[in-house]
């Protein structure tokens, strides 16, 4: 069962331009979403992340929402650039607890 | 920079012989993770050590997949036999203790042919 679903499955974005993904989670136990940027033939690296004592985060181009009530969150890269281009993954976990959930991921295609 | 090293990047087989991959986490990390990642979907937990004990196997196929990690620093995982739902991405990364960053190897790709 999955337990964090990621959509969409992929995206097109034009240089400069806004890219959204999604995620939402069932488990209310968990309390710790990072976000992994992953390139083609290399392993995820952690991007950013965000305990749900906030609401957003931002670090650099890179915006996390968090959403509690809804059990929704969300990755934003402004200003997208090519080199951005990758596969990005949402992830849940309890920080008490030690299993890192993965969502699909979504595969960024940023043109220029 | 210090980073999880794993071995082989690649590995052909027939089904039903036997497969091992090795890694090497980051010096000084307590928590390692063997993930199984197939084409097109996120990363699954296969098992995750605290030192060198096992904290979680539950995803683990035990009839056919072993992990060990026996002085606490490296640690191996086989398949035995193979078969061809197996192909797929083999990620092993490490924390320095528990949740949080997860730092990943590059990962070894496996083809059961």
């Known amino acids: 069962q999955q337990q964090v679903k990621q959509s969409p499955q992929s995206l097109i974005v034009q240089k400069g331009g806004i890219s959204i993904i999604n995620c939402a989670y069932e488990?209310?136990?968990?309390?710790?979403f990072p976000w992994y940027q992953q390139f083609p033939g290399k392993g995820p690296a952690l991007l950013i992340a965000?305990?749900?004592?906030?609401s957003e985060k931002k670090e650099g181009r890179f915006t996390i929402s968090f959403n509690k009530s809804a059990k929704q969150f969300s990755l934003h890269i402004m200003d997208s650039q090519p080199g951005d281009s990758a596969t990005y993954f949402c992830?849940?976990?309890?920080?008490?607890?030690?299993?890192?959930?993965f969502g699909a991921g979504t595969t960024v295609t940023v043109r220029a | 920079e210090a980073e999880v090293a794993q071995s082989p990047r690649y590995k052909i087989t027939e089904k039903s012989q036997a497969v091992a991959f090795w890694c090497d986490p980051i010096?000084?990390?307590?928590?390692l993770y063997w993930y199984r990642q197939i084409l097109g979907q996120g990363p699954e937990l296969l098992v995750q050590?605290?030192?060198?004990?096992?904290?979680?196997d539950s995803q683990l196929p035990k009839d056919r997949f072993s992990a060990e990690r026996l002085k606490g620093v490296d640690s191996t995982l086989k398949i035995q036999p193979a078969e061809l739902g197996d192909s797929a991405m083999y990620l092993c990364?490490?924390?320095?203790?528990?949740?949080?960053?997860?730092?990943f190897g590059e990962g070894s790709r496996l083809t059961v042919l």
């Open positions: 990364a490490s924390s320095i203790r528990g949740p949080g960053e997860l730092f």
């Open positions: 488990n209310t136990a968990f309390d710790y």
């Open positions: 965000i305990r749900p004592d906030v």
């Open positions: 992830a849940a976990s309890k920080l008490s607890g030690y299993k890192l959930s």
């Open positions: 010096s000084g990390h307590a928590t």
């Open positions: 050590f605290q030192d060198e004990s096992v904290v979680d």
